[in-house]
C-alpha cells in the first residue's frame, strides 16, 4: 500500500483573487475521508485576500502547505506545486471549485487496486450564478462502475477519444481536456519530467499535460461516479471577447500534433486532430456571432472568413470524412469549405445562439 510517512496523494491548488469561492473549495478539501492527504496552496499573486485565507487554513491544517508567488498564470503555479509535493499521487483542483466528501478516497482507493497510473472520475459543470453550488450536489458515490486501459494500443484510443472522436460520432470528444478529474502517479511525472505549460502560449495546457502522461501510463482507470464539481462561468465565451482565439487554437493544434505524431501517426490520429480543430474552428465562428452587437456584422463575418481561409482547415476538410458528421456539424463544415462566411454567419446565429436561447 503507502508509506504511512508519505501522503497517499498531494493536491495542488492554484489561487488567484477567488476569495468568493476559495473557503467553499478549502473546506471540501479538508473534509476529505482519505485523512492521509497533503494540500498545497500556490497563491500565484493575488490582490484580494486570497492568501490571506490560505495562510490563516494552513495555521488551522498540518497538511496544509501555502507558496506565495509573483503571478504566472495556472500552469506554472501548478508547475510550483509539484516542485515540492511529496504524495504517491498528485491531484489538481482549481480554487473556485469544489468536490465530493469521498472523492479521493475513491481514487486512491481505485488506483492502488488496480495498480494504476491514474484514477479518474466524472465531473460535472455548474454556473457561476449557483454560488454555493449545493443544488447540484448528488450523492453519486455508489455509481462507481469501473472502465480500465491498459497495453500500449488500448491507451493510445483512449487518448484519441479524448481529443477527438471518430466523425460518425455525435460527441466531439470524451471526458473532456481537464486534469482536475483525476490523480496521477508522481513517480510517473518525475521519471518523465512531465509538467505544465503556460497558457500565456499555449491556450489549453491540460491538453499538452494529458499527452504527455497519457501516453507513458501502463494503466487508467476510470469510474463514472460524478465527484468533482466545476464552476463554469459562461463569460469565457459570450461576455468576453477573444480576439486570437482561433489563432491559439492553431497553435495548440501544431503543437499536439508534433507530440502525438513522436509516438504514432496514423489514420485514426488524423482523425481524432481534424475533429479537435474543426471543433475549435465552430466555437472560434460562435463567438464571432455572439458578438456581433458589439463588434459588428462586417467584423463578424471577416474573422469568419478568416477561419475558413485557414490553411489548416482547407486541409482538413479536403481530406476529412466531414459527410459523416451529425449533419449540423456536417452543413456548416460544407459551409467553411466554401467560404461562405455570410451563410456561417446566419446559419449559426439560428442554430447556436436564438435556439440555445429559446431552449433555455
Known amino acids: 500500500?503507502?508509506?504511512?510517512?508519505?501522503?497517499?496523494?498531494?493536491?495542488?491548488?492554484?489561487?488567484?483573487?477567488?476569495?468568493?469561492y476559495v473557503e467553499k473549495c478549502l473546506q471540501a478539501l479538508v473534509g476529505q475521508s482519505l485523512n492521509n492527504m497533503e494540500i498545497i496552496l500556490v497563491d500565484d499573486g493575488s490582490t484580494d485576500t486570497s492568501g490571506q485565507i490560505c495562510d490563516q487554513y494552513a495555521e488551522k491544517?498540518?497538511?496544509?502547505?501555502?507558496?506565495?508567488?509573483?503571478?504566472?498564470?495556472?500552469?506554472?503555479?501548478?508547475?510550483?506545486?509539484?516542485e515540492i509535493a511529496s504524495g504517491e499521487y498528485v491531484g489538481f483542483v482549481d480554487s473556485d471549485d469544489f468536490i465530493s466528501q469521498r472523492m479521493y478516497?475513491?481514487?486512491y482507493r481505485n488506483a492502488i487496486e488496480n495498480e494504476a497510473d491514474i484514477s479518474y472520475c466524472a465531473w460535472k459543470r455548474f454556473t457561476v450564478e449557483e454560488p454555493t453550488g449545493e443544488s447540484i450536489i448528488e450523492d453519486d458515490e455508489n455509481h462507481l462502475q469501473l472502465q480500465m486501459w491498459s497495453g500500449k494500443e488500448d491507451i493510445?484510443?483512449?487518448?484519441?477519444?479524448?481529443?477527438?472522436?471518430?466523425?460518425?460520432?455525435?460527441?466531439?470528444?470524451?471526458?473532456?481536456?481537464?486534469?482536475?478529474?483525476g490523480i496521477f502517479r508522481r513517480q510517473l511525472l518525475e521519471e518523465y519530467s512531465i509538467h505544465f505549460e503556460s497558457e500565456k502560449v499555449f491556450i489549453a495546457e491540460d491538453m499538452l499535460f494529458d499527452i504527455d502522461v497519457i501516453l507513458r501510463c501502463r494503466k487508467i482507470v476510470h469510474c463514472d461516479a460524478v465527484l468533482y464539481?466545476?464552476?463554469?462561468?459562461?463569460a469565457s465565451l459570450t461576455t468576453v471577447y477573444r480576439l486570437d482565439r482561433f489563432e491559439k487554437n492553431v497553435i495548440l493544434y501544431h503543437e499536439m500534433y508534433n507530440r502525438l505524431s513522436k509516438e504514432f501517426l496514423t489514420e485514426?490520429?488524423?482523425?481524432?486532430?481534424?475533429?479537435?480543430l474543426?471543433?475549435?474552428a465552430r466555437i472560434g465562428i460562435i463567438q464571432e456571432a455572439a458578438f456581433i452587437k458589439t463588434n459588428g456584422r462586417d467584423y463578424a463575418r471577416k474573422k469568419i472568413k478568416e477561419i475558413?481561409?485557414?490553411?489548416?482547415?482547407?486541409?482538413?476538410?479536403?481530406?476529412?470524412?466531414?459527410?459523416?458528421?451529425p449533419p449540423k456539424y456536417r452543413y456548416l463544415c460544407f459551409l467553411e469549405k466554401k467560404r461562405a462566411a455570410f451563410l456561417i454567419l446566419f446559419f449559426t446565429e439560428f442554430f447556436y445562439l436564438k435556439r440555445k436561447k429559446h431552449d433555455t
Do not use: W
Open 278 to 280: 474543426l471543433t475549435v
Open 105 to 107: 478516497e475513491i481514487l
Open 268 to 276: 485514426d490520429c488524423f482523425h481524432s486532430m481534424s475533429r479537435y
Open 61 to 82: 491544517y498540518q497538511n496544509i502547505k501555502v507558496i506565495h508567488c509573483e503571478n504566472n498564470g495556472l500552469g506554472m503555479a501548478r508547475n510550483r506545486g509539484l
Open 1 to 20: 500500500m503507502n508509506n504511512k510517512k508519505q501522503p497517499a496523494v498531494s493536491i495542488i491548488v492554484p489561487v488567484y483573487n477567488v476569495s468568493m
Open 229 to 234: 464539481f466545476y464552476r463554469y462561468n459562461p
Open 156 to 181: 493510445r484510443q483512449y487518448l484519441l477519444d479524448r481529443i477527438g472522436r471518430p466523425p460518425e460520432c455525435r460527441e466531439d470528444n470524451f471526458y473532456g481536456a481537464t486534469v482536475c478529474g
Open 308 to 325: 475558413c481561409n485557414c490553411k489548416e482547415v482547407q486541409t482538413i476538410l479536403k481530406k476529412y470524412p466531414y459527410k459523416l458528421l
